[in-house]
């Protein structure tokens, strides 16, 4: 009797497993930053609040860059409005779409968690040189792309 596993390569070491592993310790380390700074913020909050432009965007857009569908980013809105960090208003210019504006305690908050984002990063890194940085960048940036499946 053969083993029919014997060709299937071992799923810890894929680059899938490499991945996993390296965005939950850096979503871990990154939540206990956020905490240890004084905010009530998710790695994810902190994510989409980065890409909330000064002058406000539309919600459409804000989900896509923060590769959320349209659910998830409601609710994601929904707490950050319910924080005082964001404000939804409707769209002059189209009354269907929302437009995303941070707050000015949005923005404290939000200058305060990229402090701790960059020490999480700068912890994250050490050890690994500019070079190895780039090309690593350049890779997940190709991997995006080759499974990008995000309506545009």
């Known amino acids: 009797m053969s083993n029919k ?9 894929t680059i899938g497993f490499a991945l996993h592993h390296a965005s939950y310790a850096f979503k871990t380390s990154l939540k206990a930053s956020l905490k240890a700074a004084g905010l009530d913020m998710t790695p994810e909050e902190f994510i989409f609040l980065s890409t909330v432009p000064d002058d406000g965007a539309p919600q459409a857009m804000l989900s896509r860059k923060a590769l959320k569908d349209k659910t998830t980013i409601t609710r994601l809105i929904d707490r950050l409005v319910a924080k005082g960090w964001v404000a939804r208003r409707e769209n002059p210019s189209n009354r269907r779409e929302q437009v995303i504006l941070i707050t000015k305690e949005g923005q404290s908050v939000r200058a305060t968690a990229i402090k701790a984002a960059v020490q999480t990063t700068s912890d994250a890194l050490v050890g690994i040189s500019a070079e190895e940085i ?19």
């Open 134 to 152: 780039e090309v690593a960048k350049l890779v997940l940036r190709k991997i995006v792309t080759n499974l990008a499946t995000f309506p545009a």
């Open 5 to 13: 596993n014997q060709s299937l390569p071992d799923p810890t070491e």
